[in-house]
């Protein structure tokens, strides 16, 4: 919720400092390079969510295998000392275990 406010106190700002710039310096290239960094940079996470896509759907597909296979278990088990260190309230051999040692 506080993040909505952050990138609309953004925009806010932007168009702020380009009105200034236009009123008082008379310099207008402000608000046409506001509206192409503005699609410049959606087009940039956009293509950069296809390929975060692409990389997460491979790793859940290859911890999917694991967890059918039983290598997820063996994998908490081992490193299971430190997480009951690192996380004291979960309690010993809980299924929470496993999943977190996946993440």
């Known amino acids: ?3 909505n406010y952050i ?6 700002i932007s168009f702020i ?3 200034i710039k236009l ?5 207008a290239s402000a608000f046409p390079a ?23 759907t491979l790793w859940l597909g290859i911890m999917k295998i694991g967890e ?6 063996y994998l908490s088990k081992a490193i299971s000392p430190f997480f009951n260190r690192l ?12 999943n977190i040692s996946i993440f």
Do not use: Y
């Open 7 to 12: 990138w609309i106190g953004f925009l806010l």
């Open 34 to 56: 506001i509206m192409d960094s503005t699609f410049s940079m959606a087009e940039t996470g956009f293509k950069l969510s296809l390929g975060l896509t692409g990389a997460m």
């Open 23 to 27: 009123l008082f310096w008379g310099d």
């Open 68 to 73: 059918k296979g039983g290598a997820i278990a």
């Open 87 to 98: 996380f004291p309230e979960i309690p010993k051999n809980s299924p929470v275990q496993s």
């Open 1 to 3: 919720m506080i993040l």
């Open 17 to 19: 400092i380009a009105l």
